[in-house]
């Protein structure tokens, strides 16, 4: 059985970064999109970033420039750099796993069949 396990989330004040992590274990996801979403008690899960198998990345326009999204195959962890945070950042974040290549079906969450528990960022102005 899949399992993801996200961390590196925790409190910044606005400006600051911090790198959050998902190491994906039970299953080999080196051959699928991944992807972080957030979500916050107010709104649904959105998409943040997303990687395919061939390293394409999308971005949410709001962390545009200011998040990297990467992957690391031979320890099957997934990456979020993320710098210049701003308050509305403020979410539990997520990464999950579509099987498939492509992400398809990003920045919804439809199509993605694995997820982590999340991480909780925040950040304070």
């Known amino acids: 059985q899949v399992q993801l396990v996200e961390s590196g989330g925790g409190s910044v004040q606005a400006g600051g970064s911090l790198r959050l992590s998902c190491v994906v274990s039970?299953?080999?996801?080196?051959?699928?999109?991944m992807a972080w979403f957030r979500q916050t008690p107010q709104n649904e899960r959105g998409g943040v970033a997303s990687?395919?198998?061939?390293?394409?990345?999308n971005y949410a326009d709001p962390v545009q420039v200011r998040f990297s999204i990467s992957r690391d195959n031979t320890i099957n962890t997934l990456y979020l750099q993320m710098n210049s945070l701003k308050p509305e950042d403020t979410a539990m974040y997520f990464c999950?796993?579509?099987?498939?290549?492509?992400?398809?079906?990003?920045?919804?969450?439809?199509?993605?069949?694995?997820w982590g528990q999340g991480t909780q960022v925040t950040v304070s102005s």
């Open positions: 039970g299953d080999t996801y080196s051959g699928a999109c």
């Open positions: 999950a796993a579509d099987r498939r290549a492509y992400c398809y079906s990003w920045p919804r969450t439809l199509g993605f069949s694995a």
């Open positions: 990687i395919a198998r061939d390293g394409g990345t």
